[in-house]
């Protein structure tokens, strides 16, 4: 017996799901070099390999390497 499927919506009182694809959007890596890190500058995930540690506010933070637009339009042509 086949359910019919039902799109994910968000109910009127505004955070509960009706239903939700399972799963995570960053896929899960075993090594540690796939995993993925947000840019504190940008905020956009990038693998591991695209970051370098900068000093931000007095503390290392990960951020794209060279800068965040220079990385976004290498990747976008």
Do not use: I, N, W
């Amino acid at each position: 017996m086949a359910s019919a499927d039902v799109k994910t919506t968000v109910s009127e009182g505004g955070l509960r799901y009706k239903s939700k694809t399972p799963g995570s959007p960053f896929k899960a890596s075993s090594s540690f070099s796939g995993a993925t890190m947000s840019c504190f500058l940008c905020g956009k995930h990038r693998p591991r390999s695209l970051m370098q540690t900068k000093r931000v506010l007095g503390k290392a933070q990960p951020v794209c390497a060279p800068s965040c637009k220079e990385l976004e339009a290498s990747l976008k042509g």
